[in-house]
């Protein structure tokens, strides 16, 4: 029997990532309205990226890191100028359908790549442990804890205290107005989508160590991330960390204590009582359509 | 009615037609075309018409499959009770599940209902004592008339195009009638609806639970088909696949759900010579016929009775953005 | 004795007191139209007394009885018709299916009863010669004229319109008034009529009650109301409210 102290902090690890990929998601959505089924195939991206530059290009983690972050970013405006915009005005299913179907692209385009062999990606701390409260824990676990908490402070200082973050957070609240206000707003649209895919990517570099890095990986984080998201409250960033910690913790505790086949249905099942009992979630705003 | 009936005979006449040339490898994705047509003309219900974003309707095809399956395997009833039984309590649980679940909109439909199909997959995967788990049920028998098994790819075909032919006459029927007004008016404007007397909450229920019913058809056929149900053949990636196909097929019509489901089961043997990278090309194609073929096939007939009449209007779109809270 | 009824109708969106304790007695028969500012709350009280929207307090009446939590489908059964202010029809169903949606109200009646009842409304609004259109190729005002069929076939005793005059050109409005003018004489109708167009008010309206900022603050015959000083600072604003105080 794992000790708690130990599946806890394996929780807020795992929570972390689909914390991480659930902020992409709320971003993206609140910015462009756009319901992103390709949100898990993006992390697998990020996870990729960082296996072609720290085991195929054989770069230090540092500048691998680095590389595969740049090229994230630049999946992300591509996703911007090939995706988003001509699909913008197309009804919610057709964006739906058309994110769905990308995803399915960006994960042949990895299995053609990288072949289905999963690959190991070795965490910068590889080895290391540290000992909380007398449980020894991996140093990895720590440190995506750590850096989930480092993005998100970045990310509070980014929309609240520079213009471009203040900017998009004018785009996502009222469109319109925000170009009557002379923003440039396809400009910070695209910033959203690139946003997203550098979240995305760093929660695939974090996750490469904790699972396999596996073409197939999208799928499952997607739908841990739309499930975080309901569960915080749709279009909330504090609902999409608290709804992502909450389906890590609810994971690990319960392939723990409940069964292992079923771990994942807790999560769902929670989802879609919020979606029947509370749609707007922890965080969420009351949704009302005018009369 | 005529319009209905000439349409039916020409899709059941082509059936026969490609049954007497096409080889048996064919004649099985032609199958499978006709038992995905079946569900599409559900999903047309609950999508096309009624504007229900269902990510679940694989789930339900899976529960008509697994439904016969255990009855049949475990219980020992006839394939033909089986159905009835399959596809009624499949009918019963959209109903149930309906009731809570509709009242949502949009993209909160389309995540309540993918929960609901990962959920059905989960249970599917795992409950071994009464599915199998991932190792499926084989061994269901086949469907009889008169002491006569429909074995093999060619009279199952027969049998699937008549199945066919009634569900689309009964779907006409339901579109042109008052329910299935009803279910147009309440995508098209709910407010609008109930304030038309339409008890929008009740159209939605039924179009749901007409769309399972064709799905748990659709699921029972495939069963007695293939004769092996497997959870990985309901997955949520098999909704999204319905989805595509009523898009591309078109214009929330039954002829759409019929030809989409024909041309995105066809598709993969047109694009073999891709090989591997088939999937990766599929995404984007489907990308190319979203931006540049909204309203699908079918939507491809309309350009002809359009120059004639130039102010006919297009359907009216909801955008993403207009759909959010 | 009063077909229609609203009891102390108060109303908050947020901070925002849309409606506050209104009164509206409408008698079977009667021609009433509600006037007052845009944002006055004309279209909200609409929304509370088809039952699109829940009221915060107070009560809504239907022919004595409380209808305040009823469904908005059962009380158009139960008699109680509308039109919308932005005009709102099917865009994917033709002229003719829109208002068979509306005949479709009575249970009993066959698919060729619905058809026939939906022509007939059609014919006597003017507009059996577009009933095979689809509703994208009408004009506006013509869709708003589907849009009163479409009510219409559902049979109201009791009819709420919503700005109908918006977006009609002149000949239209004319054309409204007499159609409107006709189905009173005709049937037995009750009808509330919000407008901003005062020379249609006054052509039609046996009553006026007027709200502002969610109170009204008259209500009675079109040449009282229109004397009403309360009123006319309602109409031009907060200056000459204080100067007449
Ligand atoms: N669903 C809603 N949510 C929030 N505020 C609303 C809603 N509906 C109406 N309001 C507000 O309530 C007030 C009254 O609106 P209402 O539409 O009833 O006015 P109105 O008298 O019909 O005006 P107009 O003549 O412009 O149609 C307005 O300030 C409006 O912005
Ligand atoms: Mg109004």
Redesign the pocket.
């Known amino acids: 029997m794992a000790d708690l102290s130990q599946l806890l902090i394996n929780g807020l690890a795992i929570g972390s990532v689909y914390a991480l990929a659930a902020i992409g998601f709320v971003i993206v959505y609140s910015a462009t309205g756009v319901v992103n089924f390709a949100a898990g195939q993006f992390v697998m991206f990020g996870t990729f990226a960082g296996v072609a530059m720290l085991i195929n290009a054989r770069l230090p983690w540092p500048s691998g890191y680095g590389a595969a972050l740049a090229a994230m970013a630049l999946f992300g405006a591509l996703f911007f100028f090939v995706v988003y915009l001509p699909l913008r005005k197309s009804p919610i299913v057709t964006i739906i359908v058309a994110t769905v179907a990308v995803g399915i692209t960006m994960q042949n385009v990895a299995l053609l790549t990288f072949g289905s062999w999963p690959f190991r990606l070795p965490s910068p701390v590889e080895g290391w442990t540290v000992t909380i409260a007398g449980t020894v824990v991996p140093a990895h676990f720590v440190a995506v804890i750590v850096v989930t908490a480092v993005m998100v402070g970045l990310l509070w200082l980014l929309f609240y205290r520079t213009p471009v973050g203040i900017g998009m957070r004018a785009v996502a609240q009222d469109i319109q107005a925000a170009r009557l206000m002379g923003l440039k707003v396809n400009r910070l649209l695209a910033l959203s989508w690139i946003l997203a895919a550098l979240l995305a990517g760093v929660a695939g570099l974090m996750l490469g160590p904790i699972w396999f890095a596996d073409v197939n990986m999208g799928d499952p984080i997607a739908l841990k991330a739309f499930a975080a998201t309901i569960i915080g409250g749709f279009g909330s960033l504090p609902g999409a960390i608290v709804g992502g910690m909450f389906v890590g913790l609810s994971e690990v505790l319960g392939a723990s204590y409940v069964s292992s086949a079923y771990k994942d249905l807790i999560s769902f099942g929670i989802m879609i009582g919020f979606l029947l009992v509370r749609p707007q979630g922890v965080f969420g705003e009351r949704i ?4 | 009615m005529r319009v209905p009936f000439l349409i039916t005979a020409v899709i059941v006449s082509a059936g026969v037609l490609l049954s007497l040339v096409l080889p048996d490898y064919h004649l099985r994705l032609l199958n499978l075309s006709v038992v995905s047509a079946i569900a599409l003309i559900g999903l047309n219900f609950a999508f096309g018409y009624a504007g229900l974003i269902s990510l679940g309707h694989a789930a339900f095809v899976g529960m008509g499959a697994y439904g016969l399956a255990i009855l049949t395997t475990r219980m020992g009833w006839s394939p033909w009770r089986a159905m009835l039984v399959a596809t009624t309590a499949t009918a019963a649980f959209a109903g149930l599940i309906g009731l809570p679940l509709l009242r949502l909109k949009g993209h909160y439909l389309a995540l309540a209902t993918l929960g609901l199909n990962v959920s059905f997959y989960i249970v599917a995967a795992n409950w071994i004592d009464l599915t199998g788990g991932t190792n499926g049920i084989s061994r269901i028998p086949e469907l009889t008339i008169a002491g006569r098994a429909i074995a093999g790819e060619r009279p199952f075909l027969w049998f699937g195009l008549a199945v066919l032919a009634a569900i689309t006459i009964v779907a006409f029927m339901i579109h042109t009638s008052r329910y299935g007004r009803a279910m147009i008016a309440v995508r098209d404007d709910e407010t609008a609806a109930a304030m038309s007397g339409i008890d929008v909450t009740m159209t939605k229920i039924a179009a749901f639970v007409l769309s399972a019913v064709c799905a748990a058809i659709a699921g029972c056929l495939f069963a007695c088909h293939v004769r092996f149900v497997a959870p990985e053949d309901f997955s949520y990636a098999h909704s999204i696949t319905y989805l595509a196909m009523l898009i591309v097929g078109g214009e929330s019509t039954i002829v759409g759900a019929i030809l989409g489901a024909a041309v995105l089961t066809f598709l993969p043997e047109w694009l073999r010579f891709l090989g591997s990278a088939y999937l990766a090309f599929f995404g984007l194609m489907m990308l190319a016929i979203l931006v540049f073929l909204p309203s699908g096939i079918a939507g491809l007939g309309r350009y002809l009775p359009r120059l004639r009449s130039p102010t006919r209007a297009a359907p009216a779109s909801v955008s993403a953005k207009e759909l959010g809270p | 004795m009063s077909i229609l009824q609203a009891r102390a109708i108060t109303k908050q ?2 901070g ?1 007191l ?1 409606l506050s304790a209104v009164e509206l007695t409408i008698a079977a028969g009667e021609f009433v139209a509600v006037i ?10 609409l ?1 509370i007394l088809t039952g699109l ?1 829940m009221p915060d307090g107070g009560q809504v009446l239907f022919d004595g009885k409380d209808i305040t939590r009823l469904a908005t489908h059962k009380r158009v059964r139960s008699g109680l018709g509308r039109t919308f ?1 932005h005009g709102r029809t099917f865009a994917r169903l033709t002229v003719l299916e829109n208002v068979m949606i509306g005949a479709a109200i009575r249970g009993d009646r066959t698919e060729r009863a619905i058809r026939d009842a939906a022509l007939a409304v059609l014919d006597q609004m003017g507009l059996a010669a577009e009933a095979n259109e689809s509703i994208g190729s009408l004009s506006y005002g013509r869709r708003r004229m589907v849009e009163l069929c479409r009510a219409l076939a559902c049979e109201p005793r009791v009819l709420l319109l ?2 109908p005059a918006a977006g009609l050109n002149s000949g239209e409005v004319d054309q409204l008034v007499d159609r409107l003018t006709e189905l009173r004489a005709r049937q037995q109708l009750t009808i509330v009529l ?1 407008e ?1 167009n005062m020379g249609m008010v006054m052509r039609l309206a046996e009553r006026i009650a007027v ?1 502002n900022f ?1 109170r009204k603050i008259a209500d009675g015959p079109p040449a009282q109301v229109q004397a009403d000083p309360a009123v006319l600072s309602a109409y031009l604003g907060h200056g000459y409210n204080r100067a007449s105080v």
């Open positions: 009302q359509d005018r009369g | 969106f947020g925002l849309a007052g500012p845009n944002g006055a709350g004309k279209s909200t009280l929304n929207l202010q919503d700005e919000i901003h709200l969610g």
